[in-house]
């Protein structure tokens, strides 16, 4: 049966990836960007999740929505200042939540909401103390908001490691870098968008009907074993 979607930053990377994944089996989705999506070919809304009263596109009936807005932001401790903190917090964890109080109330029973964290919240990282301190409050949301929301929507949060995405395309930028990225991981590879997006197709379909609450480290091995 024919399912609603509604992907937001579903223009380029997982998003697009999750997008073109649902639509292909059979499913109707929307998506939004900050920017215009020049020849998109799902239905597109322009939405910047920074604005302090963001318009959100009237859509109803979801089956599920995804949050994909994301930072890269790495630096030491000591050069990390106060607006590093809060841009990560509005991007990841305030835009989700501004989001997601729109929404809620428009999803039917049994609808399913995926978040995205970050191996470095349960995986101490240098240079990861601003987005691990935020994709860590993004964990403790999706967590809190399962309990809430339940028996009605179920929501999931997926942490992945570095993928192979444009918002990561400086740390893979060269052979020796991505080497690097690799070689750190027990399945010596870094993470492919589609990969990560078949297991948020999975969480918003009824054959994960029974899954809530959960982080789930698609990280190559990184989180679990050495």
Same mark, same amino acid.
């Given at each position: /049966?024919?399912?609603?979607?509604?992907?937001?930053?579903?223009?380029?990377?997982?998003?697009?990836?999750?997008?073109?994944?649902?639509?292909?089996?059979?499913? $109707?989705?929307?998506?939004?960007?900050?920017? #215009?999506? @020049?020849?998109?070919?799902?239905?597109?809304?322009?939405?910047? $999740?920074?604005?302090?009263?963001?318009? /959100?596109?009237?859509?109803?009936?979801?089956?599920? +929505?995804?949050?994909?807005?994301?930072?890269?932001?790495?630096? &030491?401790? *000591?050069?990390? @200042?106060?607006?590093?903190?809060?841009?990560?917090? !509005?991007?990841?964890?305030?835009?989700?939540? @501004?989001?997601?109080?729109?929404? #809620?109330?428009?999803?039917?029973?049994?609808?399913?909401?995926?978040?995205?964290? #970050?191996?470095?919240?349960?995986?101490? /990282?240098?240079? !990861?103390?601003?987005?691990?301190?935020? @994709?860590?409050?993004?964990?403790?949301?999706? *967590?809190?908001?399962?309990?809430? +929301?339940?028996?009605?929507?179920? $929501?999931?949060?997926?942490? &992945?490691? +570095?993928?192979?995405?444009?918002?990561?395309?400086?740390?893979?930028?060269?052979?020796?870098?991505?080497? +690097?990225?690799?070689? *750190? !991981?027990?399945?010596?590879?870094?993470?492919?968008?589609?990969?990560?997006?078949?297991?948020?197709?999975?969480?918003?379909?009824?054959?994960?009907?029974?899954?809530?609450?959960?982080?789930?480290?698609?990280?190559?091995? /990184?989180?679990?074993? *050495?």
């Amino acid at each position: /049966m024919k399912k609603n979607y509604l992907i937001i930053g579903g223009t380029s990377g997982i998003g697009s990836c999750i997008a073109d994944q649902l639509v292909a089996n059979g499913n $109707v989705v929307s998506i939004t960007g900050r920017n #215009t999506a @020049k020849g998109a070919s799902h239905p597109f809304f322009q939405l910047d $999740v920074l604005d302090e009263s963001p318009v /959100m596109p009237e859509i109803s009936d979801l089956d599920g +929505l995804v949050y994909c807005p994301g930072t890269i932001n790495l630096k &030491p401790f *000591r050069a990390l @200042k106060d607006e590093d903190y809060l841009k990560d917090l !509005h991007v990841n964890l305030l835009g989700a939540v @501004k989001v997601l109080r729109h929404y #809620t109330g428009k999803m039917n029973q049994g609808a399913s909401v995926v978040l995205f964290s #970050t191996v470095a919240v349960g995986t101490g /990282m240098p240079f !990861h103390a601003s987005i691990a301190a935020a @994709k860590g409050a993004v964990e403790g949301l999706g *967590r809190s908001l399962a309990a809430e +929301l339940a028996p009605k929507i179920r $929501v999931n949060v997926i942490a &992945p490691s +570095l993928t192979n995405t444009s918002l990561a395309e400086n740390l893979i930028s060269s052979e020796s870098k991505l080497k +690097l990225a690799t070689d *750190r !991981h027990p399945l010596k590879s870094i993470g492919d968008a589609n990969d990560i997006a078949s297991l948020a197709v999975y969480l918003l379909s009824p054959s994960s009907k029974f899954i809530t609450g959960q982080i789930l480290h698609a990280d190559g091995g /990184m989180s679990s074993i *050495r």
